[in-house]
Every structure is written in structure tokens, then in C-alpha cells.
């Protein structure tokens, strides 16, 4: 079936960048998304990715896509404590199915 | 632009009993999905209505349904309640169908505590 596999927890240094890595089973998924959770509240869609593209850059935010080895990954550049959250990776498939989540922790 | 609305943000109910919770999605997206998110599974896909037909439906018992309005809101109801059903549920909205989409809007959620 349709997985999507996260590790659980990651910590970097404040002003590190945090690469956080996701794979997924389904190879026909059209869109790859990240989402970022803050405590009590909802997702907030970070930014997506079509399967066609290997690479995109946003800001602080570079996802990268190996769809040889159906992987994913975020890299936050220059991390802040503001970015400490969790987040998730999804992929479309017949519905959005997401990973369990990343914990990222920011160290000072 | 409003967000995605849930209502209620928190509620406290007795096993056995049933919960109906409301969802208004941003104004234009006609898709909404509803997921279950519990510390031990995750996000789990409850399903999708898409102009007031379910579209797509996830591994849950009968005793979890919903359904879709003329206006794109959208309520799910649970009947007979247990105390696994306690969670954040969680409600996002698409202009398209979801899985065809640049992505959901989520709302804050239903934190739901079974007792």
C-alpha cells in the first residue's frame, strides 16, 4: 500500500542548516508536499514540489526529490529557534497520505 | 481571506456517546478531507468530500461518517464513541480534489477527549 516514512526526531544548532528526509512507496504520486505543524495548531502547508522537477528553492527552504529512490528531503538553511516544529511530509497518491512527523529541535 | 473554520476547538464526551463536528473551508474550495492525528498513528485519512460527494474514504469503522453541504461546508459525525477516539481531527480544504492539488489549507482542529 501507500507509505510515507519520516524519522522521528532531529536537533541541529541555532544558524545550522536541518535537512529532514522522508521516502514513500507510491512511485505515481503527482505532488510532494511539506507541512509544518507548531504546538496547538493545525499544518501549514511549507511548500510543494511537482514529481516532475528534481529541485526547489524557496527562501530558506530547498526540497530536493530522487524519484529513482523515491526520496525527499527539506533542507532549512540558517535555522531559528522559530523554526522548532514538526514536520511532515506528504505525497499525493489516490488521496494525501502523510509521513508521522519529524521533531525538530533547535539547540543554542 | 478566512481560513479553514473548526468547530468546536475542544470537546469532552462520555464513550458511547456521538459528536458531530463542523468544518467551513476557505471560500472557493469546494474539497474538503478530514484526518484523525493520535501521537501513536500519525495522521490517518478519514476522507474527502468534493462538491458534496465523498470522493474517497479511509480505513475507519461506519461508526465514522460526513458528509458535504451546498456551500462546501462540511460536518463529520461519530457514533458510539471509545476512548481510542480520542484526538485531533483535523479538517483542510482544497480548491480541487485533493490529491490533484497544490496543497491543503488546514484548520486548527477538534481536540476530542472521550471519557
Known amino acids: 500500500g501507500e507509505d510515507v516514512e519520516q524519522s522521528l526526531f532531529l536537533s541541529v544548532r541555532e544558524g545550522d542548516s536541518s535537512v529532514i528526509n522522508c521516502t514513500y512507496t507510491?512511485?505515481?504520486?503527482?505532488?510532494l508536499y511539506w507541512y509544518k505543524q507548531e504546538p496547538g495548531a493545525g499544518l501549514q502547508l511549507l511548500t510543494y514540489i511537482f514529481s516532475n522537477m528534481d529541485m526547489k528553492q524557496d527562501q530558506r527552504l530547498t526540497v530536493l526529490l530522487n524519484k529513482k529512490d523515491k526520496h525527499l528531503s527539506l533542507r532549512i538553511a540558517d535555522t531559528q529557534t522559530g523554526d522548532s516544529a514538526i514536520y511532515f511530509c506528504?505525497?499525493?497518491?489516490?488521496?494525501?497520505?502523510f509521513g508521522s512527523g519529524t521533531r525538530l529541535s533547535i539547540r543554542p | 481571506k478566512a481560513g479553514v473554520t473548526q468547530t468546536p476547538r475542544y470537546l469532552i464526551k462520555t464513550r458511547g456517546q456521538q459528536v458531530t463536528l463542523s468544518c467551513s473551508p476557505i471560500s472557493g474550495h469546494r474539497s474538503v478531507s478530514w484526518y484523525q492525528q493520535t501521537p501513536g498513528q500519525g495522521l490517518q485519512f478519514l476522507f474527502e468530500y468534493f462538491s458534496e460527494t465523498q470522493r474517497n474514504k479511509g480505513n475507519f469503522p461506519g461508526r465514522f461518517s460526513g458528509r458535504q453541504f451546498s456551500n462546501s461546508r462540511s460536518e463529520m459525525n461519530v457514533s458510539t464513541l471509545e476512548l481510542g477516539d480520542s484526538a485531533l481531527y483535523l479538517c483542510a480544504s482544497s480548491e480541487g480534489q485533493g490529491a490533484r492539488s497544490y496543497g491543503y489549507t488546514f484548520g486548527s482542529g477538534t481536540r476530542l477527549t472521550v471519557v
Open positions: 506528504a505525497v499525493s497518491a489516490s488521496k494525501i497520505i
Open positions: 507510491d512511485s505515481s504520486s503527482t505532488y
